[in-house]
């Protein structure tokens, strides 16, 4: 489980799908099936956003590339957009590896932003078309990957700490809600049977406080902790 802070190898449902548990033992096996395509693809992507990342610093620090192309002497557009690619790129790449929700974000914002440039500034990088073409084809594939994950989730049943946070982003509960759409997904990148965390996720689950205050939530802390003591990933 994870709140925004979080380092934990989890990712946050953000699109379709029903916030309630899934109750089907055939649709948790097509989860869990869907959820390890997911995973190994971010990884494969991450792998690719590190190589990425090095050949931007590479144009940076001059290590490839020849006098006439060096950084100093290419335009303010072209040196501020290599910058950013060289950062975005190895940020994403750790979170995609963890499999965390930013990591996921900061992925999709390195996609868009590459294609934007070479369709909308073709000046910076020369536009060309097949870059372009090869971003959309891996933005598809994660689509593709993501919409087997709960296809009843609608935008309306996100929980809201699902995608925000508080004003100092380490409070260490989380919603039941949001526990429940992370739930399938901690399973399988863990390799644990999923009744054992929606059991963990019931176990550290505090009840409104005083009886009438507030709103039911799960401590993410404690509940990592246990899921790091039953031996899974």
Known sequence: MSDQSSQEPVLRELQTGSVDPISSASSRADEGVWTRRLVIYLRVMAAIAVLKGLYHWAEVTGFIGTEDSAFEVQPMSWQAATIYFAVIELVAAIGLWLATPWGAVVWLTSVVSMAVIELMFPNIYGGHF????????????????????????????????????????????????????????????????????????????????LGFSGEPAVNVVELNLALNRLGGR
């Not at 990957?145 to 009843?152: F, I, Q, V």
């Not at 009744?195 to 550290?204: I, R």
């Open 130 to 209: 097949l870059i372009v073409i090869g971003e959309v084809v891996l933005l598809a594939a994660y689509l593709a990957l993501e919409k087997p994950y709960d296809p009843g989730l609608t935008i309306a049943n996100v929980p809201v700490d699902a995608a925000n946070t508080s004003a100092s982003g380490i409070d260490p509960q989380i919603s039941v809600a949001n526990a429940d759409i992370q739930a399938h997904r901690v399973a399988a990148v863990r390799d644990l049977p999923l009744a054992q965390v929606d059991k963990l996720v019931s176990t550290y689950t505090a009840g409104r406080g």
